[in-house]
């Protein structure tokens, strides 16, 4: 039974560290304890759900973009669906499907060498694409011939989608600005148009994926899984509608980079670490000192959040801080955060990646209706592209845990700070 200090979860019992904080005992096989980040109200959403008996199992062991313009709602207003359908018609969505450009083997493998350096080279973005782009795009130790054939193959007719599920294209409007400070430095401001877009590796990141775990138990796969160009062609795309809708090239627009990220992915980083008399990484208890180490962490259902100062930071933001894009629903909003200063010492530098589902697929196609949820949203100012009304229902509103309640717990306690929100105008889904 929960009391004040701790939580009772059915198959797990969390004990409260502070406000927000909780923690989950080392017992049984667990090497270490785990900790949970989150109000009481969120753990009342994710107790029904796997997500703290996942936690409890990982002890035993996609990227987004977000596009300022200098665009306002008035520009926007009355377009609205010529800009959603130009997006739908210019951007390749959808399980399967194809990509803006069809490559060959060698053209692919180029691709995962050296990231947006090709990109750039081939006229798809801008040096201040780069500068923006987390880690400038690409990765020192990327090697094509580490992917597998069968990966390859499914990668290069998609180069340049944005798939299905939860992946999507929006446009925004920024309704809400927390930190003006902040918000000047990332080029925010009230009623601005934005463009976020939420896509990933596509089968070629899948198949990696597969091809690594089969693997895993045998060899350490150096691998990463992200593909930073696939968000990159697609904003080329964007910008391209963008100059045809309003009749003016991009740079005239502002249709600017603020930031790629990636998502669910491992990284090698240096943090500093409760370590123990010999110097070996332990637990808080048991530490004696706190020292920096390099650590591999893997970040699931999670985003980097570093924040001022960090060298990993792109100069652009390096004084400001991260730019952290948090996604709600297409009738939510969305955040834009910038990484807090607790991070470091609380997440490794990390923060919610977005507000996370309440239900599954199924069970949300069973809720709703494709059909009523699009109209519910037109009904409020939103318009909807997809391929199938089924997608619209999986990614209906009511599917999504409060983005509101997720963000105020990670600005309460200052992994990432709110800097502005904003709301969609009209979204594109596979």
């Known amino acids: ?78 377009r609205e669906e010529e800009l959603v359908e ?22 692919l493998e180029s691709i995962l060498d050296r990231g947006m350096e090709w990109a750039l080279q081939e006229g798809y973005a801008v040096p201040a694409d780069l500068e923006h782009c987390e880690d400038g795009g690409s990765w020192d130790a990327a090697d094509a011939d580490a992917v597998s054939e069968k990966a390859k193959e499914r ?27 902040v918000a000047a430095a990332y080029g925010l401001f009230e009623d601005q148009v934005v463009v976020l877009v939420h896509c ?27 593909l ?13 509608v963008f100059e045809r809708v309003f009749g003016e090239d991009w740079e005239s627009l502002g249709v600017d980079l603020l930031y790629d990220v990636a998502h669910n992915i491992g990284k090698r980083e240096v943090h500093e670490v409760p370590v123990d008399a010999s110097g070996l990484p332990t637990t808080r208890a ?23 100062g960090r060298p990993e930071v792109p100069a652009a933001h390096r004084d400001a801080g991260q730019p952290v894009i948090i996604p709600g629903s297409m009738g939510a909003g969305s955040y834009v955060l910038r990484g807090g200063e607790a991070s470091l010492r609380e997440t490794f530098g990390s923060t919610a990646h977005g507000a996370g589902r309440l239900m599954s697929r199924t069970q949300a196609k069973d809720e709703f209706r494709g059909g009523d949820v699009r109209d519910d949203l037109r009904h409020e100012g939103v318009y909807v592209k997809a391929n199938s009304g089924a997608t619209v229902a ?27 929100r904003t709301f969609p105008v009209c979204n594109i889904k596979g």
């Not at 753990?43 to 996609?62: F, G, M, V, Y």
């Not at 899948?206 to 350490?220: N, S």
């Not at 004696?288 to 985003?303: I, Q």
Request: overall charge negative; hydrophobic content about 35%; proline content about 4%.
């Open 286 to 308: 048991a530490a004696v000192e706190r020292a920096e180490r390099e650590l591999f962490v893997h970040r699931k259902g999670a985003t980097r959040a570093f924040p001022a």
């Open 394 to 420: 999986e990614e209906a509103p009511g599917v999504y845990k409060d983005v509101d309640e997720v963000v105020r717990v990670s600005d309460a306690l200052g992994i990432g700070d709110r800097v502005a």
């Open 86 to 107: 130009s997006l739908f018609e210019a951007v390749p969505s959808g399980l399967g499907g194809g990509g803006v450009v069809h490559t060959s083997t060698g053209e």
């Open 155 to 181: 990668g290069k007719e998609q180069v340049g989608s944005l798939g299905s599920g939860n992946h999507f294209l929006e446009v925004q409007r920024v309704t809400d600005v927390y930190r003006d400070d």
């Open 200 to 226: 990933g590796s596509r089968g070629l990141g899948h198949q990696v994926c597969t091809d690594y775990l089969r693997r895993v138990e045998g060899e350490h796969a150096d691998l990463l899984e992200r």
């Open 1 to 78: 039974m929960s009391t004040p200090e701790t939580y009772d979860a059915g198959e797990v019992t969390l004990h409260r560290v502070r406000e927000h904080v909780w923690e989950l005992p080392r017992e049984g096989e667990m090497n270490v304890p785990a900790r949970v980040l989150a109000s009481r109200e969120l753990l009342d959403e994710i107790s029904d759900d796997l997500t703290l008996t996942q936690l409890r199992n990982a002890t035993h062991l996609p990227g987004i973009v977000d596009l300022r313009t200098d665009l306002t709602y008035d520009d926007v207003r009355g």
């Open 228 to 240: 930073p160009e696939n968000r990159q062609l697609i904003t080329h795309r964007t910008r391209q």
